[in-house]
């Protein structure tokens, strides 16, 4: 049996104010990964580590994580949001058709918000995450 990797989501993009990181990185990829921000291996290595497993993906940590989690808070020092595709029904009309079609759309949350809704609550609407991005600005303050 061949093992699938999404190559195409390990990435990472910055611009002048946000670093994006795709989330099929392990975190013992994103770790050794030269072309992250140090500054961004180095908050993962001290405050995240110690939480998650090196074999974990960023998606799965993200997915999984308690709101009430310490690790929330240190997203949200580093003002970071999470981009997600979500199964939604097509809307036609006023009610909804037999068969209805549907679909993936794009959204962005905050990690507050998306460890606000629980795990069962992402399956059912059938969430994918994509994306992380943090502040450049937010990270250099940590």
């Known amino acids: 049996m061949q093992k699938t990797v999404y190559e195409d989501y390990k990435y990472c993009i910055q ?7 795709g989330c099929k990185y392990t975190f013992r990829e994103l770790l ?3 072309e992250i921000l140090f500054k961004f291996r180095l908050v993962m290595r001290q405050h995240i580590m110690p939480e998650a497993d090196l074999e974990d993906t960023l998606e799965s940590h993200l997915y999984y994580l308690d709101p009430e989690s310490f ?9 970071a949001k999470v981009r997600v595709s979500v199964l939604e029904e097509k809307k036609s009309g006023f009610r909804k058709a037999p068969g209805a079609a549907r679909k993936y759309v794009t959204k962005q949350f905050t ?5 606000g809704v629980s795990p069962a609550e992402k399956e ?6 994509q994306e992380l991005s943090v502040s450049k600005l937010a990270l250099a303050a940590l």
Request: glycine share 6%.
């Open 71 to 79: 690790l929330v808070r240190i997203y949200r020092q580093m003002k």
């Open 111 to 115: 990690v507050e918000e998306l460890a």
């Open 124 to 129: 059912r609407k059938g969430y994918v995450i």
């Open 15 to 21: 611009d002048t104010g946000r670093l994006y990181v």
């Open 32 to 34: 050794e990964e030269e």
